[in-house]
């Protein structure tokens, strides 16, 4: 069984996530992202899971920057299901679209921006230059395998999707 992130991690993905109240965040929520889980909460469970990853490898990371990029990772606001010739290539092309987004709404470190950019490593080529961005290349594909075989509702990793810690 994978462990909750622990309260202070908690308490700082609620105080980012009110922070970004008057951003497109909340945006994310109408995009489905893989199986039945939306952008918004894939982003969120994986900030979380990259928490608890981070803490069973015992790295030192920055924490505010980890769960920032991680929320950040995936900050596009279409539908890349709908047949579009522009969505054809959408893993290798998101990480710019977010990254960009990102940086029109927020002032990023240099690690939350390489863990944008980054994130889709192996599938794009160039690995990520931090900590915080190997642990979340990390989550994000667990996260996707968890919500591609509809397993986010087991009672192993239920806690890290759309819990109470989400904005209205």
């Known amino acids: 069984m994978m462990n909750p992130p622990l309260p202070k991690d908690e308490a700082l993905l609620q105080k980012i996530l009110t922070s970004c109240e008057a951003s497109r965040l909340l945006e994310t929520k109408q995009f489905m992202q893989h199986g039945d889980t939306n952008v ?6 994986v900030a979380k899971v990259s928490c608890v990853l981070a803490d069973k490898m015992g790295l030192s990371v920055d924490r505010e920057s980890l769960i920032r990029g991680a ?10 299901h709908v047949p579009d010739p522009v969505h054809r290539l959408h893993g290798f092309t998101h990480p710019k679209c977010a990254l960009q987004n990102a940086m029109d ?25 931090f900590r915080e961005g190997w642990v979340l290349c990390l989550a994000d594909k667990l996260c ?6 509809k397993f986010t509702q087991n009672s192993l990793v239920k806690g890290f999707y759309a819990g109470e810690e989400t904005l209205q």
Not at 71 to 80: A, E, M, N, Q
Not at 124 to 129: A, G, R
Request: charged share 20%; proline share 11%.
């Open 40 to 45: 918004y909460d894939h982003c969120v469970a």
């Open 71 to 80: 929320l950040l990772h995936d900050y596009f606001f279409y539908d890349w």
């Open 144 to 149: 996707y395998t968890l919500e591609t075989a």
């Open 105 to 129: 709404d927020f002032a990023l470190t240099p690690v939350e921006q390489d863990m944008i950019l980054r994130h889709m490593f192996p599938l794009t080529p160039t690995p990520p230059k």
